[in-house]
């Protein structure tokens, strides 16, 4: 499993599967957190408590099909810094 905040998810996903684990779970959390206070981190990671427990403990076939798939997904997904620049 790994964590990621949401600017770095396309890429991360992108490498699990060049590395051949495109069914890892990667939780996805808001941006920014590095150098935050550990009740920001708390915050931020609180509302993936369900996802986390579920990615350990559902069954490993269940888990692969919830992920598998993901990359595409962000990739399709407009974020904020893929709007253009403004003059």
Same mark, same amino acid.
């Given at each position: 499993?790994? *964590?990621?905040?949401?600017? *770095?998810?396309?890429?991360? &996903? &992108?490498?699990?599967?060049?590395?051949?684990?495109?069914? /890892?779970?990667?939780?996805? /959390?808001?941006?920014?957190?590095?150098?935050?206070? %550990?009740?920001?981190?708390?915050?931020?990671?609180?509302?993936?408590?369900?996802?986390?427990?579920?990615? /350990?403990?559902?069954?490993?076939?269940?888990? %692969?099909?919830?992920?598998?798939?993901?990359?595409?997904? /962000?990739?399709?997904?407009? &974020?904020?810094?893929?709007?253009? %620049?403004?003059?």
């Amino acid at each position: 499993m790994t *964590f990621i905040t949401e600017p *770095f998810a396309p890429k991360t &996903r &992108r490498e699990v599967e060049v590395k051949g684990v495109p069914a /890892l779970p990667t939780v996805i /959390l808001d941006h920014p957190i590095g150098q935050s206070a %550990a009740d920001i981190v708390r915050a931020a990671v609180e509302p993936r408590i369900d996802e986390l427990v579920s990615a /350990l403990t559902d069954a490993p076939e269940v888990v %692969a099909d919830r992920y598998r798939g993901l990359t595409k997904k /962000l990739e399709s997904t407009p &974020r904020l810094t893929d709007e253009p %620049a403004r003059a």
